[in-house]
């Protein structure tokens, strides 16, 4: 059990240094202003070196901390509602499947981008409907959750790469999907992946409740009422929608949401009504620290925020799944 004293701490603690890795990520780069200068620029008097980072890089910030954010807590709403610690939507195909589906409405269709995220939702449930009806035998395995999920995210990110090596006049934007690359990213994205996001992370704060109840044994949640079908196909279907926005304007991002919530457990407890909200500022710290540390290691080349996560993620998937090798590997 975590004391409230504790809660508020991680609460508090990772707000402050995710205004510390903002004022850091405004000022990665060849332009480097104060943060009294900043405000000066912003808020007083014109200024060209503010309206200059404004322009490019705060796009750029932005984004990627609404997209940390959704894809955060569709991990936590995934794990809730298929009760399945290893669950992420990059794992599983709900990314690779809404990227394909944002793939060809970018390559085919470019005057639809504000409508991009529900495509990239109907693509992104499809992969989920099709990795969870190839898994279920009587119920619900985890490890044959992820050795579909594995396969399907394979097959979609094949088809991608496939229609990005041909992608003709749009190629550059497709392969910025394709790849998770943030840069270049525009105010109008920015307004996109925050609408969507927001209606997303919304409904994600009004079904905490509902994620506490699928933590009870089947029969348990029955017994009190519980419609547990119903519930956990309407939170995963949130957790889509979360994942899909995210993939739609930044591309697949694996592993944010298997860390974020596993993390965020350790440190704010297992109660939904905290754990989802707090996921909210650490994925949008540890996305963003990604993208900044991506831009900053190999400078002026960069490094995608994707390939980041990939190489933090991928060990810890591993430890996780020895840690867990009796319940999910045998």
């Known amino acids: 059990m975590v004391s409230p004293l504790r809660k508020a701490a991680a609460f508090v603690v990772t707000a402050v240094a995710l205004v510390a890795l903002f004022l850091v990520a405004v000022n990665a780069g060849s332009l480097q202003v104060t943060p009294e200068q900043l405000f000066n620029g912003l808020f007083v008097a014109y200024d060209d070196t503010v309206s200059t980072i404004y322009d490019l890089r705060f796009p750029r910030i932005f984004i990627a901390m609404v997209g940390g954010a959704a894809t955060a807590v569709s991990g936590v709403l995934l794990q809730a509602a298929i009760r399945n610690p290893l ?24 005057a639809l981008l504000f409508f991009t995220p529900v495509f990239a939702f109907a693509g992104g449930l499809i992969a989920f409907l099709l990795v969870y009806s190839l898994s279920w035998r009587g119920g619900l395995s985890p490890l044959r959750i992820i050795l579909v999920g594995v396969a399907v995210s394979t097959m979609f990110t094949g088809i991608m790469s496939a229609f990005s090596s041909s992608g003709g006049a749009t190629s550059s934007s497709v392969t910025s999907l394709v790849d998770a ?150």
């Open 181 to 330: 690359n943030i840069t270049m990213k525009t105010w109008d994205d920015f307004q996109t992946i925050a609408i969507y996001g927001a209606i997303g992370l919304v409904i994600a704060l009004l079904v905490t409740k509902r994620c506490d109840l699928l933590a009870l044994e089947d029969k348990t949640a029955r017994s009190l009422g519980v419609d547990v079908n119903k519930n956990r196909m309407f939170i995963s279907a949130v957790a889509v929608l979360l994942a899909s926005v995210s993939t739609a304007i930044i591309g697949p991002i694996s592993f944010l949401g298997l860390i974020v919530p596993h993390v965020a457990r350790l440190l704010v407890g297992t109660s939904h009504k905290v754990l989802v909200p707090y996921s909210v500022v650490l994925g949008a710290f540890c996305l963003l620290l990604a993208d900044t540390i991506g831009r900053t290691i190999a400078a002026p080349y960069e490094i995608s925020a994707a390939v980041i996560m990939s190489i933090v993620g991928g060990p810890v998937f591993i430890l996780l799944l020895r840690k867990a090798r009796s319940s999910y590997g045998e």
């Open 87 to 110: 669950a992420d939507p990059g794992i599983i195909g709900i990314s690779s499947g809404a990227s394909l589906a944002a793939v060809l409405v970018t390559g085919f269709f470019p």
